[in-house]
């Protein structure tokens, strides 16, 4: 079942597998690579739906930073300025027929095509997002100073679950979870689902998928979700999977998305740890109290690039994603956000060179031009390292903002 609803959810995603040779060019795209069932049979891929031009408006953008933002001006709440952009699709947009196949793990080929809500088995109606929702407080600012944790390691370790190694089609993950006592008080309540994405040394660590990176000051700093007034404020499920070396965890070539390096290109199919992790995040949809239509992902650094892949290659999955300091893939596989009004709100390090900061620039205001829904919180003189890890997760309204996001075209 799991692989089954991957597979026809993934045609929803046309666009980012490269189906277009020029984007916007004639309005029209060809049907993606599909994943693949393990069953036989004669693979199809097509997609029905006319294509269209969109006229940028409203919808987010970067603050202005002299040289590299095309908005110009400070963008204090998102509304950067942008042109005209071209958007293709080539689905039907509410309840629409949706194909696709592709070479499967044994070797064969299969088909999939599925009507309505991807994943139930039957027809129904898929409403997409249509509009932006209120933006964040995305400014240029100085970084937190006080990266102090108020939840020690120790203390927030132990509130955390290390889980049995999640199998995949393709691989098998470690991963630690953290379940809101009110999951237990409230057994017919739904929750949120966050999903981290450690960074590269993240890999190199026992455990480096809470311990390192942007886990510490997610879990433990003064705002951290597991201080006692956010555990009753914000309760939700928290997902950590793990991308070890030891596992064959590499860049470029099995991270979190499917290729590395600036301006990458998004493959046919994830990565084994990034298409085991979209699994595991299906799987606890289904097996926990979470609430579907309001699951979100966030990353640094390796695990940003992979926010940024996951975001293009599912964003029908996902409320709202927070990319910090990771490679944007190239500017096409940003259409799939921009046309799903999929909210993004990134951080970036004015001085940092080892992801540069330009590109993430670059990647909000193309989708904001494609009147995507994109901010951008700039940390003036911060280069790659713990001043910006630590700071989007004390930014003071950060949690408030991103829980109040909720997608009504959620697979259910």
Not at 60 to 87: C, I, K, Q, R
Not at 286 to 298: H, K, Q
Not at 332 to 360: H, R
Not at 378 to 393: E, F, K, N, R, V
């Amino acid at each position: 079942m799991l692989q089954s609803r991957y597979l026809s959810l993934l045609a929803a995603g046309c666009f980012l597998c490269g189906c277009s040779d020029d984007s916007g060019a004639d309005g029209s795209v060809n049907g993606p690579t599909g994943m693949g069932d393990t069953s036989s049979g004669t693979t199809t891929a097509t997609t029905t739906g006319a294509a269209g031009t969109t006229t940028a408006t409203t919808g987010g953008g970067s603050p202005a930073v002299t040289g590299t933002s095309s908005n110009g001006g400070t963008v204090t709440h998102g509304s950067g300025s942008g042109g005209a952009g071209t958007v293709d699709t080539a689905n039907t947009s509410t309840g629409g027929s949706l194909a696709a196949g592709g070479t499967s793990s044994d070797g064969g080929t299969s088909t999939q095509s599925t009507t309505g809500q991807a994943g139930t088995g039957g027809t129904g109606n898929v409403t997409p997002r249509t509009e932006c929702p209120a933006a964040p407080p995305a400014t240029q600012k100085a970084p937190a100073t006080d990266r102090s944790l108020a939840v020690s390691k120790e203390d927030y370790a132990a509130m955390l679950t290390q889980e049995t190694p999640f199998e995949g089609t393709r691989g098998q993950l470690p991963w630690h979870s953290y379940t809101p006592a009110q999951a237990g008080e409230n057994p017919d309540e739904r929750f949120p689902l966050l999903v981290v994405l450690h960074g590269g040394y993240g890999r190199e660590v026992t455990d480096g998928n809470i311990l390192v990176d942007v886990a510490q000051y997610l879990l433990g700093s003064q705002n951290g979700l597991l201080t006692e007034a956010n555990r009753s404020g914000f309760p939700t499920y928290i997902v950590f999977p793990h991308c070890r070396v030891e596992e064959g965890c590499a860049f470029g070539s099995n991270e979190w998305a499917s290729a590395g390096g600036a301006h990458y290109q998004v493959g046919d199919q994830p990565s084994v740890a990034g298409g085991t992790a979209l699994e595991l995040v299906e799987h606890v949809i289904e097996t926990r109290s979470v609430d579907p239509s309001r699951v979100y992902l966030t990353g640094n650094s390796m695990g940003g690039g992979g926010t940024w892949e996951f975001a293009s290659r599912r964003p029908e999955l996902f409320a709202a994603v927070l990319p910090v300091s990771g490679h944007p893939p190239a500017l096409e596989f940003l259409t799939p956000i921009a046309q799903a009004k999929l909210p993004v709100w990134a951080f970036g390090g004015e001085n940092d060179s080892t992801n540069p900061y330009a590109d993430t620039v670059e990647a909000i205001d193309t989708i904001a031009s494609a009147d995507g829904c994109s901010w951008l919180t700039t940390y003036t003189a911060t280069g790659h390292d713990d001043a910006l890890w630590s700071s989007p997760y004390l930014e003071p309204e950060l949690w408030s903002w991103l829980f109040a996001q909720s997608n009504s075209s959620a697979p259910r």
